[in-house]
Protein backbone atom coordinates (compact mmCIF):
# COMPACT_ATOMS: atom_id res chain seq x y z
CA UNK A 1 0.00 0.00 0.00
CA UNK A 2 1.91 3.28 -0.77
CA UNK A 3 1.63 6.71 0.82
CA UNK A 4 -0.73 8.77 0.78
CA UNK A 5 0.44 12.17 -0.81
CA UNK A 6 0.93 15.43 0.78
CA UNK A 7 2.83 18.48 -0.06
CA UNK A 8 6.06 18.66 1.56
CA UNK A 9 5.20 22.17 2.95
CA UNK A 10 2.63 25.13 3.19
CA UNK A 11 2.87 28.35 5.23
CA UNK A 12 0.68 31.66 6.22
CA UNK A 13 0.75 34.39 8.14
CA UNK A 14 -0.87 34.38 12.06
CA UNK A 15 -4.45 35.08 11.63
CA UNK A 16 -4.69 33.62 8.40
CA UNK A 17 -5.83 29.58 7.62
CA UNK A 18 -4.05 26.92 5.63
CA UNK A 19 -5.64 24.09 3.96
CA UNK A 20 -3.22 20.55 3.52
CA UNK A 21 -4.49 18.00 1.15
CA UNK A 22 -3.99 14.52 1.49
CA UNK A 23 -4.65 12.15 -1.82
CA UNK A 24 -5.02 8.56 -1.79
CA UNK A 25 -6.95 6.19 -4.52
CA UNK A 26 -10.49 4.68 -4.03
CA UNK A 27 -9.26 1.68 -2.22
CA UNK A 28 -8.16 4.32 0.91
CA UNK A 29 -9.02 7.57 1.17
CA UNK A 30 -11.97 7.15 -1.48
CA UNK A 31 -13.48 4.21 0.42
CA UNK A 32 -14.07 5.06 3.52
CA UNK A 33 -14.67 7.90 5.83
CA UNK A 34 -11.74 6.64 8.31
CA UNK A 35 -9.12 9.39 7.02
CA UNK A 36 -7.38 10.94 10.32
CA UNK A 37 -4.47 13.80 10.56
CA UNK A 38 -2.12 14.22 13.33
CA UNK A 39 0.26 17.18 14.26
CA UNK A 40 3.65 16.74 15.54
CA UNK A 41 6.21 19.03 16.94
CA UNK A 42 9.92 18.41 17.01
CA UNK A 43 10.96 15.60 19.13
CA UNK A 44 7.65 15.07 20.18
CA UNK A 45 5.55 12.21 19.55
CA UNK A 46 2.36 12.43 17.06
CA UNK A 47 -1.30 13.83 18.38
CA UNK A 48 -4.58 13.24 17.32
CA UNK A 49 -5.93 16.29 15.76
CA UNK A 50 -8.68 14.95 13.28
CA UNK A 51 -10.54 11.35 12.86
CA UNK A 52 -13.12 9.80 10.73
CA UNK A 53 -12.38 12.75 8.36
CA UNK A 54 -13.87 15.83 10.05
CA UNK A 55 -14.38 14.56 14.05
CA UNK A 56 -12.23 16.33 16.29
CA UNK A 57 -10.66 14.87 19.46
CA UNK A 58 -11.89 16.57 23.03
CA UNK A 59 -9.38 19.24 23.78
CA UNK A 60 -8.52 19.90 19.98
CA UNK A 61 -9.08 23.97 19.31
CA UNK A 62 -12.23 24.16 17.07
CA UNK A 63 -9.35 25.89 14.35
CA UNK A 64 -8.80 22.43 13.24
CA UNK A 65 -11.11 21.14 10.52
CA UNK A 66 -11.50 18.31 8.32
CA UNK A 67 -12.98 17.48 4.81
CA UNK A 68 -12.94 14.94 1.89
CA UNK A 69 -13.66 14.97 -1.65
CA UNK A 70 -13.44 11.99 -3.59
CA UNK A 71 -10.03 10.71 -3.25
CA UNK A 72 -8.71 13.12 -1.32
CA UNK A 73 -8.81 14.29 2.35
CA UNK A 74 -8.36 17.86 3.86
CA UNK A 75 -7.01 19.58 6.91
CA UNK A 76 -7.45 22.99 7.11
CA UNK A 77 -6.03 25.31 10.33
CA UNK A 78 -8.01 28.67 10.36
CA UNK A 79 -6.70 31.26 11.91
CA UNK A 80 -3.13 30.38 12.72
CA UNK A 81 -1.01 30.53 15.37
CA UNK A 82 2.85 30.15 16.21
CA UNK A 83 1.99 26.72 18.08
CA UNK A 84 0.53 25.50 14.93
CA UNK A 85 3.58 25.15 13.34
CA UNK A 86 4.73 21.38 12.95
CA UNK A 87 4.52 18.67 10.51
CA UNK A 88 1.11 17.18 9.81
CA UNK A 89 0.30 14.04 8.35
CA UNK A 90 -2.75 12.40 7.06
CA UNK A 91 -3.70 8.69 7.66
CA UNK A 92 -5.93 6.21 5.99
CA UNK A 93 -7.66 2.79 7.08
CA UNK A 94 -8.87 0.37 5.00
CA UNK A 95 -8.01 -2.92 6.88
CA UNK A 96 -4.33 -1.63 6.96
CA UNK A 97 -3.19 1.60 7.50
CA UNK A 98 -1.52 3.79 5.99
CA UNK A 99 0.02 7.50 6.67
CA UNK A 100 0.79 10.77 4.16
CA UNK A 101 4.20 11.90 3.05
CA UNK A 102 3.88 14.56 5.70
CA UNK A 103 3.66 18.38 5.40
CA UNK A 104 5.67 21.11 6.97
CA UNK A 105 3.19 23.96 8.54
CA UNK A 106 5.37 27.39 8.76
CA UNK A 107 3.51 30.16 10.46
CA UNK A 108 5.34 33.20 8.57
CA UNK B 1 -5.59 8.67 32.59
CA UNK B 2 -4.63 6.72 29.69
CA UNK B 3 -0.76 6.15 29.01
CA UNK B 4 1.22 4.63 26.67
CA UNK B 5 4.70 4.28 28.28
CA UNK B 6 7.52 2.63 26.42
CA UNK B 7 10.40 0.95 27.27
CA UNK B 8 14.30 2.76 26.92
CA UNK B 9 16.53 3.85 23.97
CA UNK B 10 18.44 0.97 22.77
CA UNK B 11 22.16 0.75 20.91
CA UNK B 12 22.37 -2.62 18.99
CA UNK B 13 24.76 -4.17 16.80
CA UNK B 14 24.16 -5.56 13.76
CA UNK B 15 22.90 -9.41 13.96
CA UNK B 16 21.60 -8.79 17.16
CA UNK B 17 17.84 -9.20 18.26
CA UNK B 18 16.04 -6.67 20.45
CA UNK B 19 12.65 -6.74 22.35
CA UNK B 20 11.16 -3.04 22.85
CA UNK B 21 7.77 -2.82 25.03
CA UNK B 22 4.92 -0.84 25.33
CA UNK B 23 2.89 -0.40 28.67
CA UNK B 24 -0.62 0.80 28.95
CA UNK B 25 -2.61 1.92 31.76
CA UNK B 26 -5.71 3.77 32.32
CA UNK B 27 -7.96 1.83 30.30
CA UNK B 28 -8.46 -1.38 29.93
CA UNK B 29 -5.92 -3.23 27.25
CA UNK B 30 -7.84 -6.00 25.73
CA UNK B 31 -10.30 -3.50 24.41
CA UNK B 32 -8.12 -1.69 22.11
CA UNK B 33 -5.53 -2.34 19.38
CA UNK B 34 -1.86 -1.38 19.63
CA UNK B 35 -0.10 0.01 16.68
CA UNK B 36 3.53 0.18 16.22
CA UNK B 37 4.74 2.99 13.78
CA UNK B 38 8.52 3.48 12.25
CA UNK B 39 9.95 6.92 12.19
CA UNK B 40 12.90 6.99 10.68
CA UNK B 41 15.50 10.21 11.35
CA UNK B 42 14.18 12.69 9.36
CA UNK B 43 11.14 11.05 7.47
CA UNK B 44 7.97 10.29 8.14
CA UNK B 45 5.68 8.27 9.47
CA UNK B 46 5.63 4.24 8.31
CA UNK B 47 2.77 1.82 9.87
CA UNK B 48 4.22 -1.14 10.77
CA UNK B 49 1.45 -2.94 11.80
CA UNK B 50 -1.24 -3.96 14.95
CA UNK B 51 -1.91 -6.56 17.39
CA UNK B 52 -5.41 -6.80 19.18
CA UNK B 53 -4.66 -7.70 22.84
CA UNK B 54 -7.67 -9.65 23.29
CA UNK B 55 -6.64 -12.28 21.31
CA UNK B 56 -3.19 -11.66 19.87
CA UNK B 57 -4.66 -11.27 16.41
CA UNK B 58 -2.12 -9.27 14.22
CA UNK B 59 -1.87 -7.49 10.54
CA UNK B 60 1.22 -6.37 9.01
CA UNK B 61 2.26 -3.81 6.46
CA UNK B 62 3.66 -6.03 3.51
CA UNK B 63 6.82 -3.44 3.98
CA UNK B 64 7.52 -4.98 7.42
CA UNK B 65 5.52 -8.23 7.60
CA UNK B 66 8.63 -11.21 8.51
CA UNK B 67 11.05 -8.44 9.51
CA UNK B 68 9.20 -7.62 12.61
CA UNK B 69 7.15 -9.19 15.39
CA UNK B 70 4.29 -7.74 16.77
CA UNK B 71 3.78 -9.20 20.12
CA UNK B 72 1.36 -8.86 23.84
CA UNK B 73 1.10 -10.02 27.40
CA UNK B 74 -2.22 -8.94 28.26
CA UNK B 75 -1.35 -9.91 31.92
CA UNK B 76 0.67 -7.12 32.24
CA UNK B 77 -1.00 -4.90 29.94
CA UNK B 78 1.99 -4.35 27.34
CA UNK B 79 2.86 -5.01 23.63
CA UNK B 80 5.75 -5.81 22.14
CA UNK B 81 7.86 -5.11 18.66
CA UNK B 82 10.88 -7.55 18.30
CA UNK B 83 13.21 -8.16 15.69
CA UNK B 84 15.58 -11.01 15.59
CA UNK B 85 18.83 -9.61 13.11
CA UNK B 86 18.85 -5.94 13.52
CA UNK B 87 20.14 -4.06 10.38
CA UNK B 88 21.81 -0.53 10.53
CA UNK B 89 18.50 0.65 8.67
CA UNK B 90 16.50 -0.55 11.85
CA UNK B 91 17.63 2.76 12.73
CA UNK B 92 14.57 4.83 13.96
CA UNK B 93 12.27 5.87 16.26
CA UNK B 94 9.65 3.81 17.10
CA UNK B 95 6.04 4.45 18.29
CA UNK B 96 3.46 2.63 19.80
CA UNK B 97 -0.11 4.18 19.54
CA UNK B 98 -3.59 3.03 20.75
CA UNK B 99 -6.68 2.52 18.45
CA UNK B 100 -7.46 0.54 15.08
CA UNK B 101 -8.49 3.25 12.46
CA UNK B 102 -6.91 6.31 14.60
CA UNK B 103 -4.24 6.33 17.00
CA UNK B 104 -6.04 8.50 20.20
CA UNK B 105 -3.19 8.02 22.38
CA UNK B 106 0.48 7.34 21.96
CA UNK B 107 3.73 6.42 23.71
CA UNK B 108 7.01 8.74 23.99
CA UNK B 109 8.79 6.51 21.24
CA UNK B 110 11.75 4.68 21.36
CA UNK B 111 15.00 5.31 19.54
CA UNK B 112 16.76 2.11 18.63
CA UNK B 113 19.99 2.78 16.89
CA UNK B 114 21.85 -0.10 15.28
CA UNK B 115 25.56 0.28 14.60
CA UNK B 116 28.89 -1.42 14.28
Known amino acids: QSALTQPPSASGSPGQSVTISCTGT?????????VSWYQQHPGKAPKLMIY???KRPSGVPDRFSGSKSGNTASLTVSGLQAEDEADYYC????????FGTGTKVTVL | EVQLVQSGAEVKKPGESLRISCKGS????????ISWVRQMPGKGLEWMGR????????NYSPSFQGHVTISTDKSISTAYLQWSSLKASDTAMYYC?????????WGQGTLVTVSS
Open chain 2, 97 to 105: ARGLRSADY
Open chain 1, 26 to 34: SSDVGGYDY
Open chain 1, 91 to 98: SSYAGSNV
Open chain 2, 51 to 58: IDPSDSYT
Open chain 2, 26 to 33: GYSFTSYW
Open chain 1, 52 to 54: EVS
